[in-house]
T-cell receptor, first 114, second 114 residues
């Protein structure tokens, strides 16, 4: 079946611009996660959704970052006033149940802020 | 916050050799996972460990959950060229406010020479 998909695969934007990154989880998966991966590092947790609500947003670095999942399926990560330090690969993962140990990752969106 | 130290950072081996890598934590996890990531892709789950002392195999891969719950090991036997990639350990503490938040190590880059 279809895995987690993310769009766009690459995004180049200028410093100060607003960007939206989209994640389509595996059909039927109730939990959705966003991670950020900098070059040469492991992914770092940003936010976790169970259904429509953000159950844990402790990893969001500051208030420029926001994520929504209005219908409990597709999620959008929104970054305002982008900075060069926001450049990274943004990964989305989904799992079948709340607190599932098996998270399935998408290919990521590579964000470059110039 | 919690950090995972993964070693070695990189390995260059000959096809057919066995590989060992490990991961240590400053704090306890109740689940350990090992992922593999290839260029342009998200991490793919290889093995999940749920109990301290547990030893689990998946084909040529064997992983162990340390009895202190602060470490884990991954072994790959008889390596082949398609084992090339970056291997990440990840710890998870289900329950409380952590939910499905994974904490990743920095990764071990594996290169296999034919």
């Amino acid at each position: 079946g279809a895995g987690v998909s993310q769009t766009p695969s690459n995004k180049v934007t200028e410093k100060g611009k607003y960007v939206e990154l989209r994640c389509d989880p595996i059909s039927g998966h109730t939990a959705l996660y966003w991670y950020r991966q900098s070059l040469g590092q492991g992914p770092e947790f940003l936010i976790y959704f169970q259904g429509t609500g953000a159950a844990d947003d402790s990893g969001l670095p500051n208030d420029r970052f926001f994520a929504v999942r209005p219908e409990g399926s597709v999620s959008t990560l929104k970054i305002q006033r982008t900075e060069r330090g926001d450049s990274a690969v943004y990964l989305c993962a989904s799992s079948l149940r709340r607190v599932s140990y098996e998270q399935y990752f998408g290919p990521g969106t590579r964000l470059t802020v110039t | 916050g919690q950090q995972l130290n993964q070693s070695p950072q990189s390995m260059f081996i000959q096809e057919g050799e066995d590989v060992s890598m490990n991961c240590t934590s400053s704090s306890i996890f109740n689940t350990w996972l090992w992922y593999k990531q290839e260029p342009g892709e998200g991490p793919v789950l290889l093995i999940a460990l749920y109990k301290a002392g547990e030893l689990t195999s998946n084909g040529r891969l064997t992983a162990q959950f340390g009895i202190t719950r602060k470490d884990s090991f991954l072994n790959i036997s008889a390596s082949i060229p398609s084992d090339v990639g970056i291997y990440f350990c990840a710890g998870l503490n289900a329950g409380g406010t952590s939910y499905g938040k994974l904490t990743f190590g920095q990764g071990t880059i594996l290169t296999v020479h034919p």
